[in-house]
C-alpha cells in the first residue's frame, strides 16, 4: 500500500542526481536489475537517503518499536533498466521476526514496471514510499518498457508479529495523497 510522500520534488530531483553517479558502483544482477547495499558508514551515500529512512521510521511511529535491520539484504539502492523486472518471490524470515520493507519511488518509467504485492497492483508514485511485508507476501514487477528505468531506496526490517499488527493498523484506506512539505 501506498505510504504517501516522503520527499519534496527538489530532494526527489538531487536524489536521482545522485543515483546516476552511483551506476558505475553497482552490482549487476539478473533481470537487467542493478543494486548497491547503503551502509551507514559509507561516504558514497547521499545523507538525504539515512533523513528519508528517518523520516519513514517517524512517520509510521516505530522509533520506540521492536525491530531489527534486516541483515541479508540490508538497506538498498536499486534500479531496474529497460527489459528488466523483479521476479515473484517473498524474502526470508528469521524465526519470529517477519521481514518487511518501506521502498521509496526515486524515479519510475514512463512505461511497464507496475509492482504487485500478492497479486494487488500498488500505486507506485514518484517521491512516495509503500510498506511491503516481504517476508509474508509475494512481491514481483512488470518487465520496465521506457527508457527511463525504475530508481528506488529500499530499507529493510526484521519485525516481531506485533509491530507488523501496528503497521497493518496503518495501512491506508485509500484517499487523495498530499505532498511532502519541506520543515526546514
Not at 510522500?5 to 539478473?30: F, G, H, S, V
Not at 515473484?88 to 504487485?116: A, I, M, S, W
Not at 529500499?154 to 497493518?168: D, M, T, W
Amino acid at each position: 500500500m501506498n505510504r504517501g510522500y516522503i520527499m519534496t520534488e527538489e530532494e526527489r530531483a538531487e536524489l536521482i542526481e545522485w543515483t546516476k553517479t552511483m551506476i558505475p558502483k553497482m552490482r549487476i544482477l539478473d533481470n537487467n536489475r542493478t543494486d548497491f547495499s547503503m551502509e551507514p558508514d559509507n561516504k558514497d551515500i547521499h545523507p538525504l537517503v539515512w533523513e528519508i529512512k528517518k523520516r519513514i521510521i517517524e512517520k509510521e511511529k516505530i522509533e520506540t518499536l521492536e525491530k531489527h535491520e534486516e541483515p541479508i539484504f540490508k538497506d538498498f539502492l536499486a534500479i531496474i533498466h529497460k527489459g528488466g523486472h523483479i521476479h515473484r518471490h517473498r524474502d526470508p524470515n528469521k524465526g519470529e521476526l517477519y521481514h518487511c520493507r518501506f521502498n521509496v519511488f526515486v524515479q519510475l518509467p514512463e512505461k511497464g514496471g507496475q509492482t504487485y504485492y500478492n497479486d494487488v497492483p500498488i500505486q507506485s508514485v514518484e517521491g512516495c514510499y509503500v510498506l511491503c511485508f516481504s517476508g509474508l507476501e509475494y512481491h514481483w514487477s512488470t518487465i520496465v518498457e521506457s527508457e527511463k528505468g525504475r530508481f528506488s531506496l529500499s530499507f529493510g526490517f526484521l519485525l516481531p508479529a506485533q509491530v507488523i499488527q501496528h503497521l497493518q493498523l496503518k495501512r491506508p484506506m485509500g484517499g487523495k495523497l498530499k505532498k511532502w512539505i519541506s520543515r526546514g
